[in-house]
């Protein structure tokens, strides 16, 4: 499977952005989509997964209750909506995949991220 994530720019403290992963390759019926952020100079950290069958959903504390992840089936893609962004949310991120059933270590199909910038 081959993911491509978009959406990112710069907004301010409190506003909103919608990042999209688009998925392109084969079936994600036996796959969890999830989320990824890089901020400058620090360690890639998980934000969130999705079930592509069914509707599990996790979020890591940082970003719970603020952010939602979704997906439409028939576009092939996951969405990360980010509400009430924080300056410290400011990262590049990533989408990736895994199957069902395996650990957080299995997620690859790493795309080119997208850049989100948030200013204060």
């Known amino acids: 499977v081959q993911l491509q994530a978009s959406g990112g720019g710069l907004v301010q403290a409190g506003h909103s952005l919608r990042l999209s992963c688009a998925a392109t390759?084969?079936?994600?019926?036996?796959?969890?989509i999830g989320w990824f952020r890089q901020a400058p100079g620090k360690e890639r950290e998980f934000v969130g997964q999705?079930?592509?069958?069914?509707?599990?959903?996790y979020y890591e504390d940082s970003v719970k209750g603020r952010f939602t992840i979704s997906k439409d089936r028939a576009k092939n893609t996951v969405y990360l909506q980010m509400n009430s962004l924080k300056p410290e949310d400011t990262a590049v991120y990533y989408c990736a995949a895994k199957l069902r059933g395996s650990d957080r270590t299995a997620y690859g199909s790493w795309g080119p991220g997208t850049l989100v910038t948030v200013s204060s």
């Open positions: 390759g084969r079936a994600l019926s036996n796959f969890f």
């Open positions: 999705i079930s592509w069958s069914g509707s599990l959903t």
